[in-house]
């Protein structure tokens, strides 16, 4: 079988949720035993989102094989269980570098080198790259932006383009669009689902499946008119009616008939799709027996998106423990010892999350001190566990001042430095240690009961690291560090053995976290804030 190609673009307004809809299609695909993986355009110039704020792009997600993405590669290794790289997120600024390099070396001969044919052709190369590799049966292309943006033009023409260069049967478009309700006419409306359309058919690709995002269920007779009006079959009209949660699009697509109508198209027989593992997580998720409330504590609150992967790591977490995770977020910068009482006092966690830069530093370590000293399960992630370790150095250690050199290049006691193969860099994009590293768990730790395993590979994304200089003091106090890098040493992660639940880690576990394989620290830590309540 040829591999195929479906396409998705969005239309009428950004954040529809193009990334959901493409995972979910790509689940119902893989669970009907076809080999499938998704890739993602991001129309904008930056190379990748790893120089971008939280208040640009959200998270930004890291692959295994180091690679700075776009969070909608978390949704499809969540939804599929398998790992995305390199090559599935591709941008403007990466497709623009390849031509102008190619450009410098002399490589187009004299020619006027171009958006159509030279920027599109380098696009349509890496949209076919993961295609050729033979691994997969159908590539779904996601096209960030949305029909009509100036910068995405150059993808949708690429698509244009590739539906005339393979076969016709090998290709499929989808349109994802909003069906908005207007609550003074009481109406749904598809005007502007049809503009949507006809500007897509303007640049010369005519969709295939138009799916429409709408808070209200569509009639039938309204299905057919927008079928009629934008050239599609009725049945390939999809409502994709709001979801309380993300895992039941699925489902949801699969009423629809979405993967039916793709497979039509491609003219594939496959049997029904396996969902029962998927079904039996919804159930849990949706039954909890119990309920623990987490303190998430961070900078970016107000941002749904800024902390994803955690977020979607504590759903899995809570559907292992069959118990329901209410994660509060806690502005890292209006925490004092004055009110960590308060705002700490009634929950049964406390998660201190990643970040860079200064602000809402001193809040996470007053959060890091408030769980050593009650005993409340306390969990880490990267800087949250390099905070722990400062708050540790002063506060038992009595070293004031201690700081990260990232904040405090002179604090008398940097415990958290800079890694030395950082030093020498100058430029920011893509230097930091990105990707998975190995890290050595010791026997006789929480880390170890938690994993089961003494090797484990987790991804990482961070130019400091705990300082060995510290160790041996560290250690004796009471603070053991339990997994280290088996090849440099680099501390991985920390722990306190007499309380009852508190660690710390260099890397990001909530980004291997998945429907299949709920990320096993996230699961423990659940599982330890369920006792902490029931002891309570
Ligand atoms: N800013 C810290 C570092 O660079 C932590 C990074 C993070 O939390 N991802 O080491």
Redesign the pocket.
Known sequence: MSTKYVFVSGGVASSLGKGIIAASLAKLLQARGLRVTIQKFDPYLNIDPGTLNPYEHGECYVTEDGAETDLDLGHYERFLNIYTSKANNVTTGKIYRTVIDKEREGAYLGKTVQIIPHITDEIKRRMMLLGKSGQYDIIITEIGGTVGDIESLPFIEAERQLQWELPAEDCLSIHLTLIPYLGAAKELKTKPTQHSVRMLQQYGVHPDIIVCRTEHHIPADMKRKIALFCNVRPNAVIESYDAPTIYEVPLNMQKEGLDSIVLDHFGIQAPPPDLDNWKEFLKRIKNPKKEVHIALVGKYVELQDAYKSIQEAFIHAGAANECHVRVTSIHSEHISEANAEELFGDKDGILI?????ERGLEGKIVAAHYARTHNVPMFG????M?MAVIEFARNVLGMKGAA?T?VNPNTPYPV?DL?EDQKSLTIKGGT?RLGAYACKLKKDSLAYRIYGQEIIHER??????FNNKFLSEMEAAGMKTTGRNPDTGLVEIVEIPEHPFYIGV?F?PELKSTVVRPQPIFVAFVRAAMDFKAAR
């Open positions: 999350a990643p970040g860079f830069g992630i990267c800087l949250g390099q990260s990232e958290i890694m930091m990482h994304r961070h130019r400091y690291e260099q990001h």
